[in-house]
Nanobody
C-alpha cells in the first residue's frame, strides 16, 4: 500500500491550501480515509475522516475550516484548508484503514506565515 500526499507548501495566513493523497496497492472503496497532522514538538492529531459510506467526520477543533473529500474513482482523498493560521503549520499525513488508520503516507509540509 502506498499513500502519496502532496499540495503542501508555504502560504500566508488567511489563505487556503488543498492537499491531495493518491493511493495505490489497496482496494480504495473499502478503506476509510483519514488526515492527521503533526506540528513541531507536538503529538500527531486527527484532522478529518472520510468513511467508506461517504460520511465526513471532524474533531470539534477542526470543524469549519477543514473539508475532506474522497474520490473513489480516482482513489484520492483531499483536504481543503481555509483561513489558514500559523497554528496550522504541520506535516499533514493521509492514512487509510478498514478499522482505524492502518496505512500511512510520508506526509506533506504546510507552513503558514503570519
Amino acid at each position: 500500500v502506498q499513500l502519496q500526499a502532496s499540495g503542501g507548501g508555504l502560504v500566508q495566513a488567511g489563505g487556503s491550501r488543498r492537499l491531495s493523497c493518491v493511493s495505490s496497492g489497496m482496494i480504495f472503496n473499502i478503506h476509510h480515509m483519514y488526515w492527521y497532522r503533526q506540528a513541531p514538538g507536538k503529538q500527531r492529531e486527527w484532522v478529518a475522516t472520510a468513511t467508506v459510506n461517504g460520511k465526513t467526520l471532524y474533531p470539534d477543533s477542526m470543524k469549519g475550516r477543514f473539508t475532506i473529500a474522497r474520490d473513489n474513482a480516482m482513489k484520492t482523498v483531499t483536504l481543503q484548508i481555509d483561513s489558514l493560521i500559523p497554528e496550522d503549520t504541520a506535516v499533514y499525513y493521509c492514512s487509510a484503514g478498514i478499522v482505524g488508520p492502518q496505512y500511512w503516507g510520508k506526509g506533506t509540509q504546510v507552513t503558514v506565515s503570519s
